[in-house]
Nanobody
Framework: QVQLVESGGGLVQAGGSLRLSCAASGTFFKINTMGWYRQAPGNQRELVAAITRGGSTNYVDSVKGRFTISRDNIKNTVDLQMNSLKPEDTAVYYC???????????????WGQGTQVTVSS
């Protein structure tokens, strides 16, 4: 079982910055890919950024050059540095992770509770 806890959300003005953090805890063998998703009311949930255990990253086009995802494989954390924030970035941001329960087992997927990010004009 894996628990994901997000922090760092808040209210900022356009052009400002926020840093989201997600900490994984529980009993598991290894966490593989981790990522950040977001969902605004009335909109579909979208992948914002993902990072493999080896450090390869992927971003949705709308945040490229503004957001940076990083992780610490020892502390089991993943961060999302968000710069030059825009009103359209307003959403609930969710941490997501794929984890192995044990050696040779299949991957299970886990979600955090979400943290609100609001960007004002």
């Amino acid at each position: 079982q894996v628990q994901l806890v997000e922090s760092g959300g808040g209210l900022v003005q356009a052009g400002g910055s926020l840093r989201l953090s997600c900490a994984a805890s529980g009993t598991f063998f290894k966490i593989n890919t981790m990522g950040w998703y977001r969902q605004a009311p009335g909109n579909q949930r979208e992948l914002v950024a993902a990072i493999t255990r080896g450090g390869s990253t992927n971003y949705v086009d709308s945040v490229k050059g503004r957001f940076t995802i990083s992780r610490d494989n020892i502390k089991n954390t993943v961060d999302l540095q968000m710069n030059s924030l825009k009103p359209e970035d307003t959403a609930v941001y969710y941490c997501n992770a794929d984890a192995l329960k044990g050696w040779g087992s299949s991957l299970d997927n886990y979600w955090g509770q979400g943290t609100q990010v609001t960007v004002s004009s």
